[in-house]
Every structure is written in structure tokens, then in C-alpha cells.
DNA sequence: AACCAACATGTCAACTATGACATGTTGAGG
DNA sequence: CCTCAACATGTCATAGTTGACATGTTGGTT
């Protein structure tokens, strides 16, 4: 499983409580990538200092623990981004499966469901362009490196519309009108 | 769970074993949208069948039985397909994981993964094309409708391989050349 | 006639993840 | 000084997933 490198991950960046990490899947991370609520990153952390590969650097007001990755932890990060093109890597969307199953769909509840994801991807580009106005041209420093992820979701969502538009489009090509009687067919 | 609705849409397209629907998760079904493997299918046929949900059909030569929706189990199929935006669809993707964590890697490294990324984007890309090739033109016909997934993915790969050329260039920028390589910029 | 790959299904233990429930602390504002 | 939202962590039963193991059949090739 992938949840112990997400958090060596994040930690690498900057050591944090299981708190922070928390609030850090509740956000894109947790929306794109990998899931995961407190229940579970709470007991992984503890895992994690077992094995030696995060400690706990300082304890703070509310029984907060800042965790930190060792050298050895990094390492063992090191080794599973830069593993090989990793056969079976786990894959599990809703969305995606959805998408996938259109096609089990009559014609116009399918063109239903792809107006939604179509408007949705265009909301979700939207919110996006409006954080890159925000943080500016990427400037990658040491610490504002989510710039990267923010672009890859900008592109995701590009092309989910796109696709999501095409196939609209194919969609009424093919099932003719309902409009105002025109069968058309044999 | 959305194990149970990717097998509902996959028996709506056309009635299948649980032999036959094993095979189709080991194709693009279970490397984009929803891993599963039969130890996890065939129990869930079995849930399904109690249900009311599908129902068998046809008993073949190895002991195989052919599966195929009822019409209760279309109509749970479009209630979950076309259901409202849905807040917490399951999202778990190690692949992307990977890319959101790529700030954890010093920029030789990351260049590094990035490249790969490119190149397994630029195969499964030509992959894609071959197969778009051969099917010819998008004529959705009442059983060819996987083209709109194989679209999908073929916009997806376009993004990914965008992104990782963006991204290095990015890296490259920044991140100034070490050895005796000319640095050539500015 | 023997062999084997692919067909076809199954069990089960171990592991992972989720949701419901539980508890206590701190700081800011009224 | 009281209250409450946010901070911060935890348990536990249930449910879902995986990998290892197991078994038998059929059709085609040697």
C-alpha cells in the first residue's frame, strides 16, 4: 500500500502533526491522488516510527506530535518514487469507472451525465486558474513545489472536458434528435 | 462500493461469466477506473444474484455460468450512474500519488522520473492511436461503445505527457546544471 | 493416449480502510 | 468567565481487498 509513502512524502517536505497531514488528504492530494482520513494516518505514523523511518521531533499544546522523516525514511521514499514502472499499481476511481460504464447508458441519459461531468471540469479548470493567478508564474523554490500538482490538475481537467465535449458531440451525432419528431431511421 | 456497479455495467453491455468479466478488469477497466480480481468478483456475483440484481442465464462446458442484469439491477445501475455529483467518490491512484510527491525528490531525481512518465505516456499514447486505427472512425454502434473510454485515455495520456514535458522544462529552468554541461540559458 | 495451456471457479487468512463513537485541550470572542 | 469552534488524538467493529492455495475441465497438440 501507498499511504506510508504519502506521508514519508509530505513529511519530506516539512515535518508536520497527524493533524496537519490530515487537513493535507482533505485537500487535492486526498481529492486526486490518495485517501486517507485520520483513523488511519494516526496508527500509520506510529508504524512509521516503529520502522525508524519518521521520529517524533517535538511535542506541542494539545498533545501534538511533529513528526519528521529520518535519512533512513528518506530513503525508503527515494526508493519507491524512483522505483521502476511499477507493474500493478493500486487504481481505484469512481469518477473514472463511471465514465467507463456510459456506455450502459440509453443516449440521453448518457448525454446527461456528460453535461455534469463537462460543467464540473469546467468549474474545477476555473478554481484552478484562479489559484495560479494567485501564487503567481510557477517559481518552484524550495518549499512551493505543489505548483507542479496544481498544473497536473489543471491539465486533468482540460482534457476530462475536452473528452467530456467530444463525446457529447458523438452522442447526438448518432442518436438523432428527439426534438420534434424526426426518427429519420428505416 | 463501486465494485458491484462496474460489474452491473459491464453485464448491461452484454451477459458475461465470471471468467469473462476477470478478463475485462485486466484490461483498461482495471488499469484506469476500478481494480479487481476474481477472488473479489465472483463473490460479488454471487451478492448480486441474491439481490435480485442479475441472474444466471446460461451454464457452459467448465462448470461457467453466464450472468446477466435483471431489469432491477439496470435500474440500480442508472440510479448510481446518474447520481448527484457525488462528495466522496473513492479516488486512489499510486501512479498520481507519485506525481504529487515528486517535490520530495531532489531535481536530478525528479527529472529522472519525470522522464520516464513522459515516455510511458508517449507509448501508451501510440498504443492508443494503433487501436484507434484499427476500430476506424467512432461509430458507436450498440455494442462498440468502448470508444469512448479509449478516448478518455487517450486524451488522459495526451495530458500526462504534457504535463511531464512542462514539468521538466520547469526543473530544468530552476534548478541550474551541475556537472561541466553547458548551462547554455540566459 | 498423454500432456498442457487456458478455462472456470472457489476458499481462507491476513491485511487495509471506513465510519461511528469517544475524549480532552486551547484560544478567541462575547 | 463562559462558550464554542477548531485543534488533536484515539478505539473499535465492520466491511472490503489481496495473495496464496486449491480443484477440476476441455480442447488441441505431440
Do not use: C
Not at 483513523?39 to 505514523?45: D, G, V, W
Not at 495560479?132 to 482540460?158: D, H, S
Request: net charge negative; hydrophobic share 40%; aromatic share 8%.
Amino acid at each position: 500500500m501507498s499511504l506510508p509513502h504519502a506521508l514519508l512524502g509530505l513529511l519530506a517536505v516539512r515535518p508536520r502533526s497527524g493533524y496537519e497531514l490530515t487537513k493535507e488528504f482533505e485537500g487535492y492530494l486526498g481529492r486526486y491522488a490518495w485517501q486517507a482520513g485520520h483513523t488511519s494516518i494516526y496508527p500509520e505514523l506510529g508504524k512509521l516510527a516503529v520502522r525508524g523511518l519518521v521520529e517524533v521531533t517535538h511535542e506541542g499544546p494539545r498533545g501534538s506530535r511533529t513528526y519528521a522523516v529520518t535519512p533512513a525514511g528518506r530513503e525508503e521514499l527515494r526508493a519507491w518514487l524512483t522505483a521502476p514502472p511499477s507493474r500493478s499499481g493500486k487504481v481505484r476511481n469512481e469518477e473514472v469507472l463511471r465514465m467507463f460504464l456510459l456506455s450502459a447508458l440509453d443516449p440521453p441519459d448518457a448525454l446527461s451525465v456528460l453535461r455534469r461531468i463537462a460543467d464540473e471540469a469546467a468549474a474545477g479548470l476555473a478554481d484552478l486558474r484562479a489559484v495560479r493567478e494567485v501564487t503567481g508564474p510557477p517559481v518552484p523554490g524550495p518549499e512551493g513545489f505543489g505548483i507542479l500538482a496544481a498544473e497536473f490538475g489543471l491539465r486533468q481537467y482540460e482534457a476530462v472536458h475536452g473528452w467530456a465535449l467530444w463525446a457529447i458531440e458523438q452522442l447526438e451525432q448518432h442518436a438523432e434528435p428527439a426534438g420534434s419528431e424526426a426518427p429519420a431511421e428505416s
